[in-house]
């Protein structure tokens, strides 16, 4: 039976939530088409992650267990997943659209001679390939884009797709795989984490963001009481990274982050498209500006119409007082 | 240091545009530098003056696309190679990236670099797809590049935090828009640009006819982005409108 | 000196390109600077381009297909308006199809942007192909001069030379000022502020609206309660698949009335026969800018110096006579004048002022300055108080009542008439408007 093969990332010891979105997708295609539902898990322990994974529908796990992966590095996930491709003759191979994604698309589509579309927000299979919608023009626009090929690789952006459990015995297939350093041409020296132990944008329920009206390390201070009184991840609009206030790692947005919690809090960000692009996905979203007219409230659920520093302290204090 | 630069002809995407039985269609013949591109010959500039060597920008598409060469001149690249193609709406990544392999694989080089992706489409496929063909080691989204020791070292914006990756040359690197601020060329560069070598090339003379270059991808409709409805607006005292937002994020919306 | 060049030309706008153009096709070798991304980019403006110049500029420029024109005038009207009436003077005519047209309505970004490309296009076919540029995004800093002659100009750090500089910088004459042919202080009684939007509808909508066919278009102007008392008057043109709607406000007094051109502009859409008009479009672009009012008084001291032309609307080359808002065609025709000068000056080797008040004389005997000084009194008689209140008042009243049919006696036209201007104004101060305005027109 043809498949349809979800990679499965996992980033810092853990599965990427997005990833388990599009396995949903992934289970729900498969179903509808008749096709097999299995799962590729690439990481120093992958054979750990494999009852999550089951549990979102996949009936077969492909392993590769290298302690090469314990970091991302392309050369070595290119020549996995090639491997893992070739074996199976996957019909789809669907990814989660993160950076280490982003890294390996191209060159794993024309490795293997497959066809390719990035960055979707839905897809679905059709009788002579996929079809998928993907926001272009600097997401002003939706483009629906046809791809064909014998395999076609589909990158999902984040949120696009509910988690959808549907428990199941997977078969494990461990593939054998070996690489050294020396094998590699590029050398990773060291990764900075800029965003030390704070919480990852892309897997965070809630995303308190800052833009440039938080000005000061009082404003500052009040973002970073919200965002800890609310458990939130912090991000930034472009204006603010730009201007070395928050680190570029945090930036929300069509060329930064695309992100999808259940609460999003804009302070002090007018909603320039752009931003926009990388938040709508949002279940709630919670805008605070001065300016009446800014576009933000044009997609936010609830505005306040007001100044941060006046708004914030006693938001925080009612948010305290609902958590306790 | 030898550079080549890939650079895009791209329709500006904040000039006005309409969706007409589901085509796109723009208000303005409006063509410029896609800006991650900007942002490759930008950085290889600034390398380039710092360590000495060469910087050349290649670019497909039709006639007008010499404008395009053109800019990146005045900015200050030495010399350009214009890949001319009748039309290039068709093209997808791949597309790109047959024919950008083609004229670079008897290329010398030290370093190869492209924007992460196109202004317009937004798919980051072009640059590893090229890497790949080539066979060139190469890394995606860098934020910063250096020189060391003969060596590229890209500082590249990973999901986990920015990794430090040191490439042997000939590799090839795609930039972010985050790495630099491109330099608007100035009189005198717009003047010299004037008088730098263009070569054209046709695709016949690559060894490649556009029909072998049918794409896996094609936009076959746009349509407006479905609308995120605007909800309740509150204005007023900023301390009841506050506390009164809290309270429904609770209640209503159930997310606290 | 190899980098000299016979002139710069600052300003990518019509009276720019109208010059450089001119240069280009007399094998001058210049410099044409743009301080926007390209030509048009600063350009939110758009109107009519009335007279043939642009014929001579571009040949057969009605047969390219996708030219940078919306559509030619063949219907042109001009109403009053009051709060609930319109009326109308109406005219159409088929000799406005024959070509060149009479007027072709423009939106400036395409507009520029296209004449740039013709631009290219004289260089590339001239002696100095290679030679001769058009730069844009570069900002002049600075006209250099030496001995009271203009020899170049600054960017930044860089200085470039010419025997010559044409200004063609626009209303925000800030190069005009500093060369000391305009004083710095220009009385907000003769500037307006222009407020545009643009209202997209499906083409075939359109045409069937304002009865267009194939390429032509109307343009519609407005006095009376469209600027809801401020002086000034408002406009519509039919462009390819939407109209420009706006207004034309007088700065000072606004102030004075206290009000916004935004709130203003909102207010002339709320009339029913606007809202008839727009009804269904979707305003894809909002814009304002600074126009002068064509009052002679706001013009610089003088249009040349050694070494320097002024032209456009730097040159405050601008009218509403009440006909029409005239203001391209002059910066369209100073610009032509002005290369043709630089021309002349080059065969004689004499880039003073001596040459180049030719420049000052040429526009004098062209229709441009004729008009400009035969319509001063039109200008300020359509600013007056009467000519927009009180004639639009009138009028509409008039108009309700005499195409008003009730199953009552009608009383006759003339009485209709007097009671209208009776209760809107008296009739000796019409008597002095028509004196006035027959003596002005």
Redesign the interface.
């Known amino acids: 039976m043809s498949s349809i093969l979800t990679y499965i990332?996992i980033?810092?010891g853990k599965i990427k939530r997005s990833s388990l979105e599009v396995l949903s997708r992934s289970k729900a295609i498969a179903d509808a088409n008749g096709l097999a539902c299995e799962a590729i898990i690439i990481d120093e322990n992958a054979s750990s992650f494999t009852d999550s994974v089951q549990n979102y529908g996949a009936s077969k796990i492909h392993i590769v267990e290298d302690s090469i992966f314990s970091?991302?590095r392309?050369?070595p996930l290119?020549s996995a997943l090639s491997k893992v491709m070739e074996a199976s003759k996957p019909k789809v191979v669907a990814f989660a659209s993160?950076?280490?994604t982003?890294?390996?698309?191209?060159?794993?589509?024309?490795?293997q001679k497959?066809?390719?579309?990035?960055?979707v927000s839905s897809f679905d299979l059709t009788s002579s390939g996929v079809?998928a919608k993907?926001?272009?023009?600097?997401?002003?626009?939706?483009?629906?884009?046809?791809?064909?090929?014998e395999t076609?690789l589909v990158s999902v952006r984040s949120g696009s797709y509910e988690l959808v459990e549907s428990p199941i015995t997977a078969e494990v297939n461990t593939i054998e795989f070996s690489s050294s350093e020396s094998d590699l041409?590029?050398?990773?020296?060291?990764?900075?984490?800029?965003?030390g132990d704070t919480i990852?944008l892309?897997e965070a329920e809630?995303i308190v963001a800052a833009g440039r009206g938080v000005k000061d390390e009082e404003a500052k201070s009040l973002i970073t009481e919200l965002a800890r009184v609310?458990n939130a991840g912090i991000g930034a609009s472009r204006a603010l990274?730009?201007a070395g206030v928050y680190d570029?790692?945090l930036?929300i947005g069509?060329?930064g982050k695309v992100v999808s919690p259940?609460?999003y809090i804009a302070v002090g960000i007018s909603g320039a498209i752009q931003h926009v692009a990388g938040m709508?996905n949002s279940?709630?979203?919670?805008a605070i500006n001065k300016d009446?007219d800014a576009p933000i409230?044009?997609?936010?659920?609830?505005?306040?119409?007001?100044?941060l520093y006046?708004?914030?302290?006693?938001?925080i204090?009612?948010?305290k007082k609902?958590?306790s | 240091m030898k550079f080549y630069v890939c650079i895009k002809m791209v329709?500006d995407?904040?000039a006005p545009?309409q969706?007409k039985d589901?085509e796109?269609i723009m208000d303005a013949d409006r063509m410029v530098l896609n800006a991650y591109d900007a942002s490759a010959v930008e950085e290889a500039l600034v390398l380039s003056e710092k360590h000495g060597g060469e910087v050349e920008v290649v670019c497909i598409g039709s006639a007008k696309a010499s404008e395009t060469i053109r800019k990146a001149l005045a900015m200050g690249a030495d010399k350009g190679s214009h890949i001319v193609t009748t039309g290039d709406e068709g093209f997808d990544?791949?597309s790109y990236?047959n024919i950008l392999t083609a004229f670079l694989k008897d290329k010398e080089y030290d370093v190869l670099s492209l924007g992460?992706q196109s202004?317009?489409?937004?798919?980051?496929?072009?640059?590893?797809?090229v890497?790949?063909?080539l066979h060139l080691?190469?890394?995606?989204?860098a934020?910063g590049l250096e020189i060391e020791n003969g060596n590229l070292?890209v500082k590249?914006?990973?999901?986990?935090?920015?990794?430090?990756?040191?490439?042997?040359t000939p590799?090839a690197v795609t930039c972010?828009?985050?790495m630099n601020e491109p330099r608007i060329p100035n009189l005198k560069g717009i003047m010299a640009s004037k008088r730098k070598p263009i070569d054209t090339i046709d695709l016949a003379s690559l060894g490649i006819s556009e029909s072998d270059l049918s794409p896996?991808?094609?936009?076959?409709?746009?349509?407006?982005?479905?609308a995120?409805k605007?909800?309740?607006?509150?204005?007023g005292e900023?301390?009841e409108?506050?506390?009164e937002?809290?309270?429904?994020?609770?209640t209503e919306?159930n997310?606290? | 000196m190899e980098d000299k060049f016979d002139c710069i030309v600052i300003g990518g706008g019509v009276a720019g390109l109208a010059a450089a153009i001119t240069l280009a096709r007399n094998n001058m070798k210049f410099l044409l600077i743009e301080r926007g991304e390209f030509a048009g980019a600063k350009n939110v403006s758009g109107g009519v381009l009335w007279g043939h110049d642009l014929a001579k500029l571009v040949p057969n420029y009605w047969e390219e297909e996708d030219a940078g024109w919306e559509r030619y005038i063949n219907h042109r009207r001009l109403t009053f308006m009051d709060e609930q009436s319109t009326f109308s003077l109406d005219f159409k005519s088929k000799h406005f199809n024959e070509t060149p047209y009479s007027g072709v309505v423009v939106l400036r970004s395409k507009f520029d942007n296209w004449l740039s490309g013709k631009l290219q296009e004289a260089i590339d076919a001239s002696d100095y192909a290679m030679d001769s540029f058009i730069a844009t995004n570069i900002k002049v800093d600075q006209v250099l001069m030496e001995n009271g002659k203009a020899i170049g100009i600054k960017t930044g750090e860089d200085e470039f030379h010419a025997d010559s500089v044409i200004i063609a910088e626009g209303v925000n004459n800030l190069l005009t000022r500093q060369v000391g042919l305009q004083d710095n202080y220009v009385p907000a009684d003769h500037m307006l502020t222009g407020i545009k939007e643009v209202i997209r509808f499906d083409q075939q909508v359109l045409e069937d609206r304002f009865q267009l066919n194939g390429l032509s278009g109307m343009s519609n102007e407005y006095v009376g309660w469209a600027t809801d008392g401020v002086e000034g008057g408002g406009f519509l043109y039919t462009n390819r698949d939407t109209i420009s709607l706006g207004l034309v406000l007088g700065i000072k007094d606004l102030r004075e009335k206290k009000k916004s051109p935004h709130d203003l502009l909102n207010h002339f859409k709320t009339h029913p026969t606007v809202a008839d008009a727009i009804k269904g479009g979707e305003i894809v672009e909002y814009s304002a800018h600074v126009v002068s009012s064509g009052d002679s008084r706001a013009m610089p001291k003088e249009l040349y110096k050694d070494g320097i032309l002024i032209a456009g609307e730097a040159a405050n080359l601008l009218m509403n006579a009440g006909k029409a808002i005239q203001g391209m065609d002059y910066a369209m025709r100073s610009g032509i004048l002005a290369a043709e000068t630089i021309v002349t000056a080059k065969a004689k080797n004499d880039f003073s002022s001596t040459t180049l008040k030719e420049y000052r004389k040429a526009l004098d005997d062209s229709y441009v300055m004729k008009d400009i000084n035969n319509f001063q009194d039109a200008v300020h008689l359509l600013h007056t108080d009467t000519m927009q209140n009180k004639v639009p008042n009138l009028v509409c009243d008039f108009g309700r009542q005499f195409f008003t049919i009730k199953n009552e006696p009608t009383p006759k036209s003339e009485k209709m008439l007097l009671g209208a201007i009776k209760k809107h104004a008296s009739l000796w101060e019409l008597l002095k408007l028509g004196f006035k305005a027959r003596k002005s027109l």
């Open positions: 990332a980033s810092e970091q991302h392309n050369t290119l993160t950076e280490g982003k890294d390996i698309l191209g060159a794993l589509a024309a490795n497959a066809g390719v579309v990035a960055d079809i993907r926001p272009v023009m600097a997401a002003k626009v939706v483009g629906n884009v046809e791809v064909t090929g076609i041409k590029a050398k990773l020296r060291e990764i900075i984490s800029a965003t990852d892309n809630t609310l990274t730009e570029p790692s930036q069509q060329t259940q609460l709508a279940k709630v979203i919670v009446a409230f044009e997609v936010a659920d609830y505005g306040i119409v007001g100044d006046k708004v914030l302290p006693p938001f204090e009612e948010l609902l958590k | 329709p995407v904040y545009f969706i589901g796109l990544s791949g990236a992460k202004q317009d489409t937004d798919s980051g496929l072009t640059g590893s797809m890497a790949e063909l080691p190469y890394t995606t989204n934020v070292i590249r914006q990973g999901d986990t935090g920015q990794e430090i990756i040191e490439l042997p590799c972010s828009n985050d896996n991808s094609k936009v076959v409709s746009f349509e407006h982005k479905p995120r605007a909800g309740q607006k509150f204005e900023a301390d409108i506050a506390r937002v809290a309270q429904l994020l609770d919306a997310v606290i």
